[in-house]
T-cell receptor, first 114, second 114 residues
Framework: KAGVTQTPRYLIKTRGQQVTLSCSPI?????VSWYQQTPGQGLQFLFE???????NKGNFPGRFSGRQFSNSRSEMNVSTLELGDSALYLC?????????????FGSGTRLTVV | AQSVTQPDIHITVSEGASLELRCNYS??????LFWYVQSPGQGLQLLLK??????LVQGIKGFEAEFKRSQSSFNLRKPSVHWSDAAEYFC????????????FGTGTRLTVIP
């Protein structure tokens, strides 16, 4: 059974640009959550999508957005990148009927903003 | 406000020695409690979780954790550490109702020396 797949694994962008990260959940999982991991702030919740709808949102500026497709794959977008957006972005998928207690995490996308 | 405290940023133990990683939480009500491990360049792997019942929880890789309500703690233990246990360990809490996301501690990095 394939795990949670995040692409790309590494990304370098310039300040002011925008970026799109992708997360393919485990087959059958319909919930996808995104977290940002930085050395200073640790792991922080960005948002959760379920059945193509944002169900929960963390405390991040509007530059951070996401969406989910009918096949449950999710993308997150960061516009007008800032140096502080450099982080490991992790997504986690959950099976139906389970939330964070059913998380399987991907390996993450390492974003570096220069 | 919810918070999770892991007071030890970095711990070094000898292979074969016992290990205890501390976790304290502040929450409105007793949350669900988790321990995750993260190896370099990887996502998070669930070690164990506590929802209710027996306050001593067994997990994978020989880890266990004890929930102490009076101390708002959920410390992780292992009787004999292996070199492969070197990684970063995260304690996390989640609400029993409402928001479907986890709050993480800042992590404890474990170094194992031969």
């Amino acid at each position: 059974k394939a795990g949670v797949t995040q692409t790309p694994r590494y990304l370098i962008k310039t300040r002011g640009q925008q970026v799109t990260l992708s997360c393919s959940p485990i087959s059958g999982h319909r919930s996808v959550s995104w977290y940002q991991q930085t050395p200073g702030q640790g792991l922080q919740f960005l948002f959760e999508y379920f059945s193509e709808t944002q169900r929960n949102k963390g405390n991040f500026p509007g530059r951070f957005s996401g969406r989910q497709f009918s096949n449950s794959r999710s993308e997150m977008n960061v516009s007008t990148l800032e140096l502080g957006d450099s982080a490991l972005y992790l997504c986690a998928s959950s099976p139906p009927g389970r939330g964070y207690d059913g998380y399987t995490f991907g390996s993450g996308t390492r974003l570096t903003v220069v | 406000a919810q918070s999770v405290t892991q007071p030890d940023i970095h711990i070094t133990v000898s292979e074969g020695a016992s290990l205890e990683l501390r976790c304290n939480y502040s929450y409105g009500a007793t949350p669900y409690l988790f321990w995750y491990v993260q190896s370099p360049g990887q996502g998070l792997q669930l070690l164990l979780k506590y929802f209710s019942g027996d306050t001593l929880v067994q997990g994978i890789k020989g880890f266990e954790a004890e929930f102490k309500r009076s101390q708002s703690s959920f410390n992780l233990r292992k009787p004999s550490v292996h070199w492969s246990d070197a990684a970063e360990y995260f304690c996390a809490v989640g609400a029993r109702t409402g928001a479907n996301n986890l709050f993480f501690g800042t992590g404890t990095r474990l170094t194992v020396i031969p």
